[in-house]
């Protein structure tokens, strides 16, 4: 994760060292060398994802130092590089708060297991429609957790309702409905347990205003200031994001090229799906940097 970034720019390996002295703890370690195990336990995962996308944006800014971004957005994690790009988070506090997000949703799965699964082949309003049917049928939370793209969903919540849920989206036209491989069930009520605590982690943060704008997950609009950002992440946790709707009012804005920040290109898939006639490109490699530079 990022390893090639910090390898050939100075800016980017200082940002992961500061990382590591910050948490007290060799995250640059787990990022470039495992073990798996470790680097996917969520309380790993969070930090690295992180701390490599902003390694990763420091790199950009070191070879296109007068670009600016017109919008910035993340999906889930990335709302807090996002926020971090766009001046609102500081970066030592991002650390310790996406550490801190990661620690606290393991724990509510550990006390509270839940499920998520992928949809493919229905619409967000089929989907919310399977959802409210399975919750119905078993008295429990299943919701549309992430609205990814067209034809392109997540859902999320009790086991037992997701189960109903998968069985209702076949039945409903779902060209595939796959449980995935997690017990956290993101995004959704479930996940109340660890947002009442990470508010308490928020309080103790001195947010700033953004200086471009910031598109929200849970709102898919821009975050006005430091009380939009304070409620958007008191909420996250427990409320869909809303990616597709989120792009849209990108583009509906003026965004004509996304670039994707990060060590892979999930969002550059997505985007494409969501509006084709729009440029995005991965930058996930710093062969991927340079080639994009060279074409500025």
């Keep these: 994760m990022a390893k090639d970034f910090a390898d050939s720019y100075p800016v980017a390996h200082e940002l992961i060292q500061q990382a590591d002295d910050i948490l007290g703890f060799s995250l640059s370690a787990l990022m470039f060398e495992g073990p798996d195990e470790l680097l996917n336990d969520t309380i790993n ?24 971004p017109a919008f910035v957005a993340g999906h889930s994690l990335g709302e807090f590089t996002a926020l971090t790009a766009a001046g609102a988070l500081p970066f030592a506090a991002g650390v310790r708060l996406v550490r801190e997000r990661g620690r606290l949703m393991k724990a509510a799965g550990d006390t509270q297991p839940g499920a998520m699964a ?8 089929k989907v919310r429609e399977v959802c409210a049917e399975a919750a119905a049928q078993t008295g429990s939370t299943l919701v549309l957790a992430n609205d990814n793209c067209p034809g392109q969903s997540v859902i999320s919540g009790d086991t037992a309702a997701l189960e109903v849920g998968l069985t209702l989206a076949k039945s409903a036209g779902a060209r595939r409905a796959i449980k995935l491989a997690v017990s956290i069930a993101s995004h959704s009520p479930l996940m109340q347990p660890a947002a009442d605590a990470f508010a308490a982690a928020l309080a103790q943060v001195d947010f700033s205003a953004p200086t471009v704008p910031i598109y929200g997950n849970v709102s898919a609009a821009p975050l006005a200031g430091v009380a939009d950002i304070r409620r958007e992440l008191e909420t996250q946790l427990t409320n869909s994001v809303r990616w597709t709707e989120t792009v849209q009012h990108m583009v509906a804005d003026g965004a004509q090229t996304f670039l994707e920040i990060g060590t892979k290109d999930v969002l550059v898939g997505l985007n494409k799906r969501i509006d084709e006639t729009k440029t995005a490109v991965p930058i996930n490699t710093v062969a991927n940097l340079r080639l994009f530079v060279e074409k500025q």
């Design 45 to 68: 995962t969070q930090p690295a994802l992180y701390v490599s996308g902003l390694a990763i944006l420091r790199a950009l800014q070191a070879e296109l130092p007068d670009a600016k």
């Design 118 to 125: 992928a949809i493919l082949g229905l619409d967000s309003a």
